[in-house]
């Protein structure tokens, strides 16, 4: 027909940049879903082959899927009325360190026994959950703070760390540590001082006095106890961030490595290097 030859020729073959590429992507997954099809699970080796195909490098490819392995999705709890009046208790940091995985878990392993006091608590091929050491050295160490280092992590339930190789030489290093019963206690702490304010208003009623005067006590000690427990949450917790930004600092220049040597090692190393005497 001769009216088609002013209509703009379509290029099925033309390339998508890669804006384009994700909306494809997303929009098909949405329709599939619609259907009620159900979902292929892709291999590791199918997803780098389909990546390059779309044009992305093995190497990225490989930091993404260890990013989505070492992956934690939040409890319910940091949505709830703790977090809310107190803020958050979780902290986590992530990051692609040298060494393979079981290097790297080993070197965080002995950091967390040595440098924060802690112990294993379980442990994994690719995961190590640790708790604060509750024997009577652990209690020494923290009380004393030997070694001037805090302890920021011994507050925490618990402490985990997840290592996923990104390629022969790099590793992705995920740490997180669990503040939640902490905060739970302070909120415990500070709702019993409130109901003290409760109770002291209500004595002032009792005495007469004004409704104005009497519940000033009440909201003045119910708010200030859970200011300063926000206050105290909010200093742990970045302490506790700290810590594990500043062992993944260690982990990335290689100062914290699996053969951390001890203080006898180290004196048996000099021993030996001493000259003898015939």
Not at 11 to 16: F, H, Q, R
Not at 248 to 267: C, F, H, N, Y
């Amino acid at each position: 027909m001769a009216g088609d030859s002013n209509l703009p020729s379509r290029n099925i073959s033309s390339a998508l940049d890669r804006g384009a590429l994700e909306r494809v992507l997303a929009r098909a997954a949405e329709l599939q879903a619609g259907t009620g099809e159900p979902e292929e699970a892709l291999t590791e080796d199918q997803i780098l082959e389909l990546g390059k195909e779309v044009g992305l490098s093995s190497e990225h490819l490989g930091q993404a899927l260890a990013e989505e392995r070492t992956r934690v999705a939040l409890p319910p709890d940091e949505g709830g009325l703790s977090a809310k009046l107190l803020g958050g208790a979780r902290v986590g940091a992530s990051r692609s360190v040298p060494g393979r995985p079981g290097d790297v878990l080993e070197a965080i392993d002995l950091w967390m026994q040595r440098q924060e006091c802690l112990q294993v608590k379980r442990k994994f091929p690719d995961r190590v959950v640790w708790e604060a050491r509750r024997d009577l050295v652990g209690t020494i160490r923290r009380a004393f703070n030997v070694g001037g280092r805090g302890y920021a992590l011994s507050r925490a339930h618990e402490v985990a760390a997840t290592a996923v190789a990104v390629d022969a030489n790099r590793t992705l290093v995920r740490i997180d540590a669990d503040l939640a019963p902490f905060r739970s206690s302070l909120a415990r702490q500070s709702a019993g001082v409130s109901v003290l304010g409760v109770a002291a208003g209500g004595a002032l009623v009792a005495l007469n006095f004004a409704i104005g005067v009497a519940v000033a006590p009440a909201v003045l000690v119910g708010a200030g106890a859970f200011y300063l427990a926000r206050g105290i949450n909010g200093r742990t917790a970045t302490a506790a961030q700290l810590a594990l930004e500043q062992l993944l600092d260690g982990l990335e220049r290689g100062e914290v490595t699996k053969a951390q040597p001890s203080i006898l090692s180290v004196l048996a190393a000099a021993a030996s290097s001493l000259p003898r005497k015939y």
